[in-house]
């Protein structure tokens, strides 16, 4: 079981990476991530209507979703800003690090701590992102003060997302994992349809579908 997790977690952090190459590839991110997310609650409303039938949840419940939601609408958000400045191989480890700020957080709300093990690894992580930040990536044409925006901007995207774990974390023990991550999924897709409808025009957006649709 522990070796099915664990190839679990590379095949998600794998795919995840190929859905921010896609992201980057995009000639407009809000756009793209907006789009995205509409379609993905489309994609699985009949496996939400299933497993909300199986375990349905309470208004209690709501508040779990609606933090959850706005971390991950915010992750998005900040995420599109920092391909606008950064190239994506020093864009996209560092907004991945949120091991620098997540055995902090855990240990501050849920008292837990890592060993030597863990806080070498950490470490290692740490001057990993320093390094990072030192290299000028190929095909970057931004200046200096754009790089340093857009490593900002990474580090915040990591910070949200080391929350968005802790969250998960504290409300997986209310709702069921489907429905959870479905639920905020949903609601980050209205927010960004409320989004892309204020700043691009529907034509744009009919026009922009149609060509990356795939």
Not at 21 to 37: A, D, H, M, R, W
Not at 69 to 84: A, C, E, H, I, R
Not at 187 to 195: E, K, R, S, T
């Amino acid at each position: 079981m522990e070796l099915i997790a664990i190839w679990a977690v590379v095949l998600s952090a794998a795919l995840h990476a190929i859905w921010n190459y896609f992201l980057k590839q995009s000639s407009e991110p809000n756009l793209f991530v907006g789009l995205s997310k509409i379609v993905e609650a489309l994609l699985f409303a009949p496996l939400f209507i299933y497993f909300y039938q199986l375990s349905p949840f309470g208004s209690e419940q709501l508040i779990a979703v609606a933090v959850a939601s706005l971390l991950v609408f915010l992750n998005y958000y900040f995420l599109s800003l920092t391909y606008q400045h950064l190239e994506m191989s020093l864009a996209y480890p560092i907004s991945r690090s949120s091991t620098l700020f997540l055995p902090f957080l855990v240990w501050f709300f849920l008292g837990q701590t890592i060993d030597l093990t863990g806080a070498i690894a950490l470490t290692l992580i740490l001057l990993g992102v320093a390094l990072l930040s030192t290299v000028k990536a190929q095909g970057n044409v931004g200046g200096l003060a754009q790089k340093k925006t857009g490593i900002l901007l990474a580090l915040l995207v990591a910070f949200i997302a080391a929350l968005q774990t802790l969250w998960a974390k504290i409300a997986l023990n209310q709702l069921h994992p489907f429905l959870f991550f479905y639920s905020y999924t949903f609601v980050v897709a209205m927010c960004y349809l409320v989004f892309t409808l204020k700043k691009f025009h529907l034509k744009r957006m009919k026009t922009y579908f149609e060509a990356q649709w795939r």
